[in-house]
């Protein structure tokens, strides 16, 4: 059988390889998404201070350990069975709303967005930044820089470091911030949420107005029908940092709603050999393959998910744009996976609203943020919302607070068989005998999966713009047939 | 004058290091201005093919990192290795094995096992583990083979210089970086850093005497926001870090975790701070000595947080 | 193992333990020729740095022989000793190495018998354990950049 391999996927957090399998006719027999690596934190977390856990497994990720930190700073109030003070919880949150902001502002203009942007067709030598820059003004390239930048600065001044912050503690956090602080943290989250409302136009003149690409957001390539998770409050609003994991069937019904500490009853994990990552899969449904459905146990944790598993967003223009989305998109749930790209900005409106909400709470600068632990340490589960979706981290504990056992489900790794079944679809639909497989076709079989975010932030300005690919086509003797390149001097 | 050519890669890492480049915001510009980024997996879409036809040495430098963890780690490593002129060890992964390197407690099958049988919420009845070779009905898929130990850039291939950090702070990153685009390149060997000296030069706390009667975990002390954390009996590990990070972490009344790696000349971090740490304890009596050790639960965890692979022995031993 | 012969490295305060082993050879005690002895001036001298090296380099058991405390010859080293030891082997346990691999022990220069006992017992104690799993092993990254051994 003849094989494509796309190896390695780039703009990605991490490692990934795609391989493709051609039937003799060249119409697509299978499609596989491998992870080649694996560093093992489930095991190598064993006999640490549990107290080091949010600073360990924050370097699972350095382009969202703001999520780690907090999931495991969460795992560690239950694990020691202590209440952070309500300044703690706020600060957390600020910080958490701020890294919002950045990781949000990073995916959309650096990293997919310029698939959207620019569209798909678009030359591979502006499909950056760069061509963003071009079409919609310099003045944009700077506030994203600028974005990035000042809430990196929130970061630092609340968690301590811009990447791999360090204040996390059992309780509370370790540093409250003055009233200068304060007063720079408000105007930055007022820029912030123009920067928010400027992305959505952008967002509403270049695609929504476009209709090749509406109906590109539209098509059943691009489309799915599975479960949705997404962390709701007690209004079953959107919220990133606490609340019950709440998860909705493809025709939008609740399926279930749990507690953190109930995660076992409803989540399990499958494993391939082909593959060092996971598949995580609704326990109560069942493993069934990688299939659609209301009877697969397939589900999405994604920004799109997050909106479809909610009733709504807790602040005004966020909630606004959310209803615009819902009745462009035909009702909710939505099942169109490059909506996600629309779904995530509105999370970036509602993370800026959010930080300004914050910021402006007559507690935020008070001195009380630790309440010290008295209780012996057992057992603890924290659940954030990454932005790359649900993420858990489960901790055992001796009774000096060493770590016996620690479970960890994270953002992307809940994405895992969706991912599979997006790429495997859209190879499928545009992998056709007798058709030409052209740079731009295999850029939109990867379109199929950067809406889910992998985990990477990408991009300088001094990118070339080409997307160099490489495809090498063997027989079924592992001979080379033809090899097709693009942008490879 | 021709532009710089720079290469940039990810072995076992988190990509933090990706994002600690861009940190730099602005200078990017500068950056721009004269060098060209000819490889760059998490930003552009180079593939390893491309990397393999380049002429040997003709990237001016590789910013390598991430630890060296499986075959395809170190595959990269060297190839990297052939085609740059200079090899840049950036970030505490490349530079000691940092956080990947405490899978050194620990070995391959222990992490399988652990990871794809035991926790709970694996479904896996077969005991089905991951194969660095896989039929399936259309053909047979490939996966690297993970290594048993963790290695550093500088155990798998020659490298030029190391950037210190977990990740390298903007200024560390810059100092690199404006050394490369003005051609001023330290001897070959250094630790690119401001300091050469401990965390303790740059930190703004208050110092004293140092006598530690009892070590405290972080969650059970507010220290006081003026004094040494150490001094207050807390595992600040900047008596045995190297500086030029600004000491950020105990002014944010957390106690430094060691991540720029050892101070200049120190062989073994970890043990250099394990004897800084045993002279500031306050006492002659053997017993009262072993109480105050039993307070610090964890010793090789936590000295060789960043450092396992890097140490004397590199890894733990297990029967 | 019938024939092991344990390598060990005894590490040896100039003022108090040397002269204490001196005097045992002198005296012409006899005692486990598997002790290699290494002079150094205090035992406060000693990092944990030596015998991390010693044991990767293949020894089989370290020994750190100081002065009894309170008769340092430099008043406070063995004191600081007594400090780093314990942690020490904290740390080797965690590492998967024996705590009874290292022994901290204080011989003064007219305890001849005392070196004596303290060579035999120990490498009795490491002939029981068995051999190190620690082989040579190679130049770290570390010496290799600063030229050290």
Same mark, same amino acid.
């Given at each position: ?489 | ?319 | 193992?019938?024939?092991?012969? #344990? ?61 009894? #405390? ?60 068995? #051999?190190?799993?620690?082989? #040579? ?13």
């Amino acid at each position: 059988m003849k094989k494509i391999t796309i190896d390695p996927i780039t703009r990605l957090e991490g490692h990934g390889k795609i391989t493709i399998f051609l039937n003799e006719d060249g119409s697509v027999a299978n499609t596989y998404l491998q992870i080649p690596e694996l560093r093992g934190f489930e095991k190598f977390c064993e006999g640490r201070p549990a107290e080091d856990m949010p600073q360990i497994t924050q370097r699972i990720c350095g382009v969202c350990p703001e999520a780690h930190h907090m999931a495991a700073t969460k795992a560690l109030d239950e694990l020691f069975h202590v209440e952070p003070t309500s300044t703690a919880k706020k600060l957390r949150e600020l910080l958490y709303s701020a890294f919002y902001v950045t990781d949000h502002t990073t995916h959309f203009y650096i990293l997919a967005g310029p698939d959207f942007v620019m569209g798909p067709d678009a030359p591979p030598a502006e499909r950056n930044i760069l061509g963003v820059i071009a079409k919609v003004g310099l003045e944009l390239g700077v506030a994203v820089i600028n974005t990035r930048k000042q809430n990196h600065w929130i970061i630092q001044t609340v968690g301590g470091r811009p990447i791999h912050p360090c204040f996390g503690l059992p309780g509370g956090v370790s540093r409250a911030i003055n009233e200068e602080e304060r007063a720079k943290i408000e105007e930055i989250a007022k820029s912030s949420v123009e920067f928010a409302k400027l992305s959505l136009k952008v967002f509403d003149d270049v695609v929504l107005k476009n209709k090749k690409y509406l109906d590109m957001i539209l098509s059943d390539t691009f489309t799915h029908r599975t479960y949705y998770m997404g962390l709701v409050d007690k209004s079953n609003k959107v919220n990133f940092y606490d609340g019950k994991v709440r998860v909705v069937d493809p025709e939008g019904k609740e399926f279930c709603k749990y507690a953190p500490r109930e995660y076992l009853e409803h989540i399990a994990e499958h494993v391939e050999p082909w593959t060092y990552l996971k598949f995580p899969y609704l326990k109560k449904v069942g493993w069934k393959g990688f299939v659609d459905g209301k009877d697969s146990g397939v589900y999405r944790a994604t920004p799109l998910s997050r909106l479809n598993a909610a009733d709504g967003m807790a602040t005004p223009l966020a909630q606004a744009e959310y209803e615009k989305m819902y009745s462009t998109l035909g009702g909710k749930p939505a099942h169109y996976t490059l909506a996600t790209h629309w779904a995530r900005l509105i999370e970036l409106l509602y993370a800026a609203e959010r930080l300004l909400e914050l910021s402006r709470d007559p507690e935020i600068t008070s001195p009380n943020i630790r309440n010290i632990p008295t209780a012996t340490p057992d057992e603890g589960v924290g659940i954030v919302e990454a932005p790359r979706g649900t993420l858990t981290h489960h901790y055992i504990t001796d009774e000096r607070g060493v770590i016996k056992k620690c479970n960890l489900i994270v953002g992307t790794t809940n994405n895992y068989a969706p991912l599979f079944m997006s790429i495997k679809k859209a190879a499928e639909d545009l992998i056709k005998p007798g058709v030409k497989i052209t740079e731009g076709l295999l850029n939109r079989i990867e379109m199929a999966w950067r809406p889910y975010d992998p985990c990477m932030s990408c991009a300088t300005h001094s990118l070339p713009g080409q997307l160099p690919l490489e495809v090498t086509i063997y027989d079924a003797q592992g001979n080379e047939l033809k090899k097709l390149s693009q942008g490879i001097p | 004058m021709a532009k710089l050519k720079i290469a940039l890669y990810w072995a076992a890492s988190c990509g933090g290091c990706e994002i600690a480049v861009l940190a730099i915001h602005e200078k990017i510009l500068k950056l721009a201005e004269v060098a060209d980024i000819v490889f760059w997996p998490v930003g552009m879409d180079f593939k390893y093919a491309d990397v393999e036809k380049m002429p040997d040495k003709s990237v001016d430098v590789c910013l390598f990192n991430g630890a060296i963890r499986n075959e395809e780690n170190e595959h990269m490593a060297h190839l990297l290795r052939a085609k740059s002129k200079v090899m840049i060890a950036y970030g505490s992964c490349a530079y000691e094995g940092c956080i990947p390197g405490l899978s050194n407690f620990y070995n391959r099958q222990l992490t399988f096992d652990r990871a794809y049988i035991e926790t709970p919420s694996t479904d896996n009845p077969k005991k089905v583990y991951p194969q660095t070779k896989v039929k399936v009905p259309e053909g047979e898929l490939e996966l690297p083979e993970l290594y048993d130990t963790v290695k550093t850039l500088a155990q798998t291939v020659d490298v030029d210089y190391f950037v210190p950090g977990c990740p390298p702070e903007e200024k560390t990153t810059w100092l690199a970086l404006e050394a490369l685009i003005e051609g001023k390149l330290p001897p070959k060997g250094t630790v690119i850093s401001h300091s050469i000296k401990a965390v303790c030069d740059e930190c703004p706390r208050k110092k004293e005497e140092k006598k530690v009667k009892k070590f405290y975990r972080p969650y059970e002390i507010i220290p006081d926001p003026e004094r040494c954390l150490l001094e207050q009996g807390l595992l600040c590990y900047g008596i045995a870090t190297r500086g030029g990070c600004g000491a950020l972490c105990p002014q944010a009344n957390m106690p430094c975790t060691g991540c720029y790696g050892p101070v200049e000349g120190v062989i073994d971090q970890g043990a250099h701070f394990l004897s800084a740490l045993s002279s500031i304890i306050d006492s002659n009596d053997p017993e009262e000595i072993q109480k105050i050790i039993d307070d610090i639960p964890d010793p090789a965890g936590t000295f060789y947080r960043y450092s396992l692979p890097d140490s004397l022995l590199r890894r733990a031993r297990i029967k | 193992m019938d024939n092991f012969e #344990p390598k060990i490295v005894a590490f040896c305060c100039n003022w108090c333990s040397y002269a204490g082993a001196d005097l045992a050879g002198t005296s012409r005690m006899q005692y486990s020729p598997n002790i290699r002895v290494i002079r150094v001036m205090c035992s406060g001298r000693v990092s944990p740095l030596f015998v991390l090296k010693a044991l990767s380099v293949g020894a089989d058991g370290v020994l750190v022989l100081g002065c009894h #405390p309170g008769d340092c010859h430099y008043i406070e080293g063995n004191y600081k000793t007594m400090r780093r030891i314990p942690l020490l082997k904290k740390m080797l346990k965690q590492l998967g190495i024996e705590e009874e691999r290292v022994r901290l022990e204080w011989v003064s220069a007219s305890e001849g018998a005392k070196f004596a006992e303290v060579a035999n017992n120990f490498t009795q104690t490491i002939k029981n354990l068995g #051999p190190s799993s620690l082989g #040579p092993s190679k130049q770290s990254s570390k010496e290799a950049r600063h030229g050290q051994t």
